[in-house]
């Protein structure tokens, strides 16, 4: 087994052993803790997909997330309701049912806003996604239908067959085990062929159009899947909280997966759940002392741009061996 290996291994295990502890001790806030890692990560996840493989820093994947969010809010209040949506369909507190939802639209979103913004690069690619983020956030504020700036509450936890989901554990499970399949799809794209060539777009377009592979399909593809796991992790997290609101969908989501994934190590297997599980034991160590912790958040990250270009898992694991 590889140190990396090794790495990530330690850091699923623990992921895993700290709720069991806490639930054992009578805390289950820090079983919401570590369920709140799980989904940042599996948000961060599908960010690092676009971000870590394909080179692609969106300002955007908070409009992925916020669908994800709403989609469970939406579909949660109309099954208390009883009142049916567009066109006479009827909601649903099923889980299972609110991520495909919450994944397909995710879906079309990401190809969407990616048909238009994979056509530029740089600076310019990351303007028009942080663009199109906005304008999903500001018509979130302007609906009144389902709670406009003041967001949406979802009286009872959505539920899933056979687990008793309002119960901490139980629901960190849930979170725990999808986070593992994202992040083992994640490993399967990137040793495939599409993986392959989605990195080479990265390093070189145009090397790769000559051996007759297209980038932007390839581009586009990476990131409509991107946002597909982005999206799932929003009805997590919507669920997590019995909540969702316009916050999810503003660019400052956006940049918080960013900085997970940076923190953790771009285009790393468990990079993401690294920056998640450091954020959260920053935002909850120093952010009861002290309003300003994310001032000495940014010191962390400045030390590890500068010198850790690899992220922790870089300085745990070492020089990483893929693309």
Known sequence: MSRENLVNLILALALLAVPFAANAVGQPFYVTLATRVAILALAATGLNLALGLGGLVSFGHAAFFGIGGYVAGILATHSFSGE??????????QMWVIW??????????GLAI????LRTSGVYFIMITLAFAQM???FAVSWPAYGGEDGLSILVRNQFPGVMTMRPLSFFLICYVVLLVAIGLFALIRASRFGTALQAARQNEVRVATVGIQPYRIRLTGFAISAMMTGLAGALFADLNRFVSPS?????MSGEL???????????LFGPLAGAALYVAFEYALGGITERWQFFLGLILLVVVLFARGGLLGLLAGKARHG
């Open 114 to 117: 990616g048909a238009i913004s």
């Open 136 to 138: 999903v956030y500001y």
């Open 248 to 252: 999810m969908l503003s660019w400052h």
């Open 100 to 109: 495909i939802v919450a994944v397909l639209l995710a879906g079309l979103l």
């Open 258 to 268: 960013i900085v997970l994934i940076v923190l953790g190590g771009t285009g790393r």
């Open 84 to 93: 049916p949506l567009l066109f006479g369909l009827p909601g649903t507190n």
